[in-house]
């Protein structure tokens, strides 16, 4: 299994880890606080180095269909990235259009959810595509 791959699988796997995080810890203490969203978005980001140190993947040592299947992967995952956060913010809006302001924390959580779903999707796609192969275009 090449870096690259071991990274992707590394990266997915703390994503979907923070994902459950997420559905569990607002049933577990009857709600979220903003705190806790900063505090959970900046351990996933160092979790998230500390592994990409770990995986040894580096940039200047891959080849051509590698840095190809990482551009590719990466704008798949941006528009994922993106699409997370209009739905999100639809359903913020559908939520709260009654009332003049959105409450920070679920503004947090659109920024935690929108970054893990970047990250889900940049990896996911690395991985279907060193399956599959790069997409030719």
Do not use: N
Not at 20 to 47: N, Y
Not at 96 to 109: A, D, E, M
């Amino acid at each position: 299994m090449l870096a690259q791959q071991k990274e992707a699988i590394y990266t997915l796997i703390c994503s979907i880890c923070y994902f459950i995080v997420l559905l569990i810890l607002p049933l577990v203490f009857k709600g979220i606080a903003a705190e806790s969203v900063l505090l959970l978005f900046a351990l996933f980001i160092s979790s998230i180095w500390i592994l990409r140190k770990r995986s040894g993947s580096r940039f200047q040592a891959m080849d051509e269909m590698d840095k190809t299947i990482r551009l590719q992967a990466a704008i798949i995952a941006t528009h994922a990235f993106g699409l997370t956060v209009a739905i999100y913010g639809i359903v913020l809006y559908l939520i709260h259009r009654g009332y003049p302001f959105v409450p920070i924390h679920q503004v947090l959580l659109l920024a935690l959810h929108s970054w893990l779903s970047l990250y889900a999707f940049w990896s996911g796609s690395i991985l279907y595509l060193y399956r599959r192969g790069a997409l030719s275009v």
